[in-house]
């Protein structure tokens, strides 16, 4: 069992930058594959990152490439999401979740993150 807790949203303009943290229990927070997702009001939960369980491979989603950072610190059982260059359509709820592949198992509750323009 993981539980999982997101940190480090707000308010900021566009241009920006935020950094989300998403802090997890439990000793096997290594062996998890993380990633961070995000919804907007009425539409669908999309893909924003994904770290596997040493860090060696990261993935994102095509609209927050070059601009947000995936990143993870094991020994404090932490994920990070940098983002940078932020623009109003970034604005969404930003969940991160751990599991195996591209299964997620365990989810965080969620954190907001608006963007004004």
């Known amino acids: 069992q993981v539980q999982l807790a997101e940190s480090g949203g707000g308010l900021v303009q566009a241009g920006g930058s935020l950094r989300l943290s998403c802090a997890a229990s439990?000793?096997?927070?290594?062996?998890?594959?993380m990633g961070w997702f995000r919804q907007a009001p009425g539409k669908e939960r999309e893909f924003v990152a994904q770290?596997?369980?040493?860090?060696?491979?990261?993935y994102y989603a095509d609209s927050v490439k070059g601009r947000f950072t995936i990143s993870r610190d094991n020994a404090k059982n932490t994920v990070y999401l940098q983002m940078n260059s932020l623009k109003p359509e970034d604005t969404a709820a930003y969940s991160c979740?751990?599991?195996?592949?591209?299964?997620?198992?365990?989810w965080g509750q969620g954190i907001q993150v608006t963007v004004s323009s």
């Open positions: 979740a751990a599991g195996s592949g591209s299964f997620y198992e365990y």
């Open positions: 439990g000793r096997t927070f290594s062996s998890y594959t």
């Open positions: 770290i596997n369980r040493n860090s060696g491979s990261t």
